[in-house]
């Protein structure tokens, strides 16, 4: 739990970093390397999922319909509002009891570790979306991007039957972070312009 608490801090701070960096105008209109998804969808998704389901989830609570369905992006410090909330989030997950047990119920249920490794994944990925989409790098240690990577190997089945990935994009010799996002079906070399 030590290390992948450690890893899950660094890549919160990583993501706090790069929301930082993300400009009012781009929200407007910018394209992502999730097609379907402009830059606000994907920053409400990441700003949700990755934030507040990341503390609920370390709690097992369900988010209320009122985080949802609203628009982080609506407010102008929203970077601030969600570094203040990961850090809630990587404290919640902090406890040696929230990476014991399940989470979910009946067939949805996981173990703990499990999906505290799927919304590290899910930081570093659409951290990665962000950053791509607004001129940043998104930068982890060798150490974290082997456990992202590790991680996507385990899900990148399932999420593409869910249509969370789409196919494996070929980057021959990728190692760490660019393995990883390759195999979630993302261009390490995707870039906005």
């Known amino acids: 739990m030590k290390t992948e608490h450690a890893h899950m801090t660094e890549c919160a701070a990583e993501a706090a970093r790069v929301a930082r960096g993300v400009t009012a105008p781009q929200l407007e209109a910018t394209a992502t390397p999730c097609a379907e998804w402009d830059l606000r969808t ?56 929230a990476w014991e047990g399940t989470i979910g119920e009946g067939d949805s249920a996981s173990p703990a570790a499990d999906t505290a490794a799927m919304l590290v994944e899910e930081i570093v990925l659409h951290g990665w979306d962000v950053a791509r989409a607004t001129g940043q790098e998104f930068r982890i240690s060798e150490e974290a991007a082997a456990y992202v990577l590790a991680t996507v190997e385990k899900t990148a089945a399932l999420y593409r039957q869910y249509e969370g990935f789409t196919e494996e994009v070929d980057v021959p010799g990728a190692t760490g972070l660019a393995r990883a996002l390759a195999l979630s079906g993302r261009d390490p070399q995707w870039s906005a312009g």
């Open 42 to 97: 994907l920053v409400n998704h990441w700003v949700l999922y990755t934030s507040h389901g990341m503390e609920h989830r370390a709690r097992r609570t369900e988010l209320p319909e009122e985080l949802i369905a609203r628009d982080f992006t609506a407010d102008a410090d929203w970077a601030e509002r969600y570094a203040a909330q990961l850090d809630r989030a990587v404290a919640a997950w902090s406890d040696p009891s």
